[in-house]
């Protein structure tokens, strides 16, 4: 069971999906407070450490959340605690050119150097010119990872605008 650390606990009392149902005997948590359920390995089934968003008052001591992640494995009668506050996520020039999942941890496995939008480009000889072999690169896409970044191995579907593979004649 996660610490309370002197917070409001309740029980999960349904999972449709992302949707939890809890319930709090003590005292409802506030709209948008952030959920924890923490359930260690065993019994037959793996770890569970899940965020939930409180979404909704259902009256008789109840509150309608929204998992942040997969609800797999989460069962009736699991301990969730009350934060007391909503979920935050990093903010600043640390989380520039970063990939973060919906409660800010990092999901782009970048370690090493860091380096922002705005810096100066590298010198001359650090860059690495298109590839010859890869045809006329006014037929691809280039800007594709500043506007949306995408996760290596990710799954993504691309659409060109009008003019996309067009060649000026």
Do not use: W
């Not at 010198?123 to 298109?130: I, K, M, Q, T, Y």
């Not at 990872?145 to 004649?169: E, I, N, Q, W």
Request: aromatic residues 2%; glycine residues 14%; charged residues 25%.
């Amino acid at each position: 069971m996660p610490e309370t650390n002197g917070h409001n606990t309740g029980t999960v009392e349904q999972v449709i999906g992302v949707v939890v149902d809890v319930v709090f005997p003590d005292g409802l948590p506030e709209i948008y407070s952030a959920l924890k359920i923490g359930i260690p390995a065993g019994e037959g089934r793996d770890a569970i450490d899940l965020t939930c968003e409180v979404q909704q008052h259902l009256g008789d001591d109840r509150v309608r959340a929204v998992a942040m992640d997969a609800t797999d494995g989460l069962r009736r009668g699991d301990p969730v605690v009350d934060t007391g506050a909503s979920i935050t996520v990093p903010v600043g020039k640390d989380t520039l050119g970063r990939i973060f999942n919906l409660l800010g941890e990092p999901i782009d496995e970048r370690a090493g150097r860091r380096r922002g939008p705005l810096a100066d480009p590298p010198a001359g000889a650090d860059r690495r010119g298109p590839d010859p072999d890869a045809g006329d690169p006014r037929d691809r896409i280039k800007v594709v990872d500043l506007l949306a970044p995408y996760a290596k191995g990710g799954k993504v579907g691309l659409f060109g605008g009008a003019g996309a593979s067009a060649r000026p004649s």
